[in-house]
């Protein structure tokens, strides 16, 4: 599976007078955050990779990636935005492991903003047309943002397709020839496809769904699954919606000790903040209750991991990218403490 380089060119002006003209209308549907960089003056160090061998003897990596808030630093609050991480992740095994160290050289008091960590899928208006590829039409995603062309894919002979050409032949299936196929059946040709996948993956499986995206979990894996059909491109609307807003809720997971399925949750449950989120923030205000003066503190990141899905799918190349911020902030209150203790009282 190819996985996304992220460009983070954070000066692009976001477009989003273009993208809320259109609303997803999805199960599934959430707000795209805005895309910030980190707070001035923050230092990054350059990621540190270690290979690393379990008891078991399973390789795996260590990533660690170290911050330093220099002395003179005056705000109150730092926003963190760890590009490195968020590159890296998207193309790590899901046993590799992930740590994000800050060194506090201030004299302030540091501690987790709750509420401030965000994990989203990327926003792709940061894009350009050479980047990412243009807009599909109006397709649009769960996240309230278009789909760009470099999310595209090429249709699978699925068994919907098999049904309509019974003996296949894939040089004998054409965009002439499908929409013939199409009309046939009573259908008004390609634009009505995700019609057709619907009446079918309703009959084969015995369900009453109205929508693409309210089919089960297996009809949706057999619609999107198949040999690639080279040099067809997949435009219908609903399905590039499909395969996109199911990737991110149903296949893409950020979580703790994925190997064994705990605290994997997916992207886009972390954009309607349920579950998933309350357990990492919780873990943020844990592990960053106080960071004092000259203080280093850690925290172990998510990894990343696919749900199983057959070999031959519409993502053997789909481009995967996530969106991660969190911020931390002084305890005033706590300063005052501290410097009472220096002087062997305690003052509120």
């Known amino acids: 599976m190819k996985k996304g380089i992220l460009l983070f060119a954070f000066f692009i002006f976001f477009q989003s007078m273009n993208v809320m003209a259109l609303e997803s209308n999805s199960k599934w549907r959430t707000l795209q955050p805005e895309v910030n960089k980190s707070s001035n003056h923050i230092l990054e160090k350059e990621m540190e990779v270690k290979k690393k061998t379990t008891k078991d003897g399973l390789q795996y990596k260590e990533y660690t990636i170290t911050y330093i808030i220099p002395e003179d630093y005056q705000e109150n609050e730092i926003l963190f935005v760890p590009i490195q991480y968020m590159q890296q992740v998207v193309s790590s095994d899901e046993k590799d492991q992930f740590q994000i160290i800050i060194k506090n050289h201030t004299d302030k008091i540091f501690q987790y903003k709750n509420q401030s ?3 989203a899928t990327e926003n792709l208006d940061m894009y350009s047309d050479d980047e990412l590829g243009p807009w599909v039409g109006e397709a649009i995603g769960f996240n309230q943002v278009k789909i760009r062309e470099g999310l595209g894919f090429y249709r699978t002979i699925n068994s919907a397709i098999l049904d309509l050409y019974q003996e ?7 965009e002439s020839s499908l929409e013939e196929k199409l009309q046939e059946k009573g259908y008004h040709g390609i634009s009505e496809l995700n019609r057709y996948y619907l009446d079918f993956f309703n009959t084969k499986y015995h369900l009453t769904a109205t929508q693409l995206e309210d089919l089960s979990d297996s009809a949706i894996l057999d619609l999107l699954s198949g040999k ?5 491109k997949e435009e219908n609307k609903e399905i590039l919606e499909l395969a996109y807003n199911y990737y991110y809720n149903q296949l893409f997971f950020i979580g703790f000790d994925l190997s064994q399925n ?4 997916s992207v886009g449950s972390y954009m309607r903040k349920e579950a998933s989120y309350e357990f990492l923030n919780d873990l943020f205000q844990e592990q960053f209750t106080t960071i004092f003066p000259n203080q280093e503190v850690s925290i172990e990141m998510p990894s990343f991991s696919v749900k199983k899905i057959p070999k031959e799918s519409i993502y053997e190349n789909y481009y995967s990218g996530i969106y991660v911020e969190f911020t931390l902030e002084a305890n005033n209150e706590q300063e005052g403490m501290i410097y009472s203790i220096q002087d062997s009282h305690w003052y509120c």
Request: proline fraction near 0%; charge should be negative.
């Open 228 to 232: 690639l059909i080279e040099g067809m």
């Open 262 to 265: 705990l605290h994997d949750f």
């Open 117 to 119: 960590l965000v994990i």
């Open 168 to 174: 296949i032949n894939q040089i004998t299936i054409t």
